[in-house]
């Protein structure tokens, strides 16, 4: 069923409380709703999460569908010895929750953190549901960004296992450029224990990795801060561009 007058006015009072989302990440939930029923939109309620706050868990009951409108959030896998493994999220719009709805899991697959303070849209997953179902457009977007998800963390994986030590954090910091640098720069704060989770490493190796990429002006350090320029993110992508042949 496509948007109606009533489906559009809702469909901009939706806009209209992402607050400060970029133009452009606006410009994408607008695309992603634009058909979709007025009884959809006006269920979709927005949260302001604060940075650090768990709101999947793996295990729990697959409820809720969430998009995230602004911010970073991780993905953490506990199934390995009981370690937390983080690996990176997807950077389009996507609804978090859809892959359970699809694989017809009850419960979530994995779970989910804000890393910094996120702008979070929130619905249900019984009305999520009903919407794929009733609109084949829409499932066949969902498969298609669930796809590209999927060929993206497959990539990532496989990246990974070939870096070692402070290449696997540079490749990390290049991924975080990619699609959270704004006005060409990249301001990272993640303390040494999240990026150990990111990366896989200990902390003494991330300690020493940071140190080395500071000294020879990879990084810039301010604070608790990490800051990588378009300069800074060329020449790390040089070292890693040795071991990976990336288009």
Not at 226 to 241: A, D, G, H, M, P
Request: charged share 25%.
């Amino acid at each position: 069923m496509k948007n109606t007058d009533m489906g559009n006015k809702y469909l901009e009072m939706l806009l209209a409380s992402l607050g400060k989302t970029d133009k452009n990440r606006r410009g994408q939930f607008e695309e992603y709703f634009t058909d979709a029923p007025e009884w959809l939109i006006e269920t979709i309620a927005v949260e302001e999460m604060r940075k650090g706050t768990i709101f999947v868990r793996e295990g729990a009951s697959a409820d809720t569908i969430y998009l995230i409108a602004n911010g970073i959030i991780k993905a953490t896998d506990y199934r390995i010895y009981g370690i937390p493994f983080d690996f990176m999220v997807f950077s389009k719009v996507y609804a978090y929750g859809v892959m359970e709805i699809l694989m017809e899991q009850d419960n979530y697959l994995t779970t989910l953190q804000t890393v910094t303070d996120c702008t979070v849209l929130k619905v249900s997953r019984a009305m999520y549901g009903k919407w794929l179902k009733s609109d084949h457009l829409a499932m066949q977007r969902e498969v298609k960004l669930m796809t590209e998800y999927l060929l993206e963390q497959a990539r990532n994986s496989r990246a990974f296992l070939f870096l070692q030590g402070s290449n696997r954090l540079a490749y990390l910091f290049l991924n975080h450029y990619d699609k959270y640098a704004e006005n060409e720069v990249l301001t990272l704060q993640a303390d040494r224990q999240e990026l150990a989770d990111y990366t896989g490493l200990c902390l003494k190796t991330i300690t020493r990795s940071v140190k080395k990429f500071k000294e020879q002006g990879l990084i810039t350090k301010e604070g608790s801060s990490i800051i990588i320029t378009k300069e800074q993110y060329r020449k790390l992508r040089e070292i890693v561009s040795v071991i990976l042949i990336e288009d």
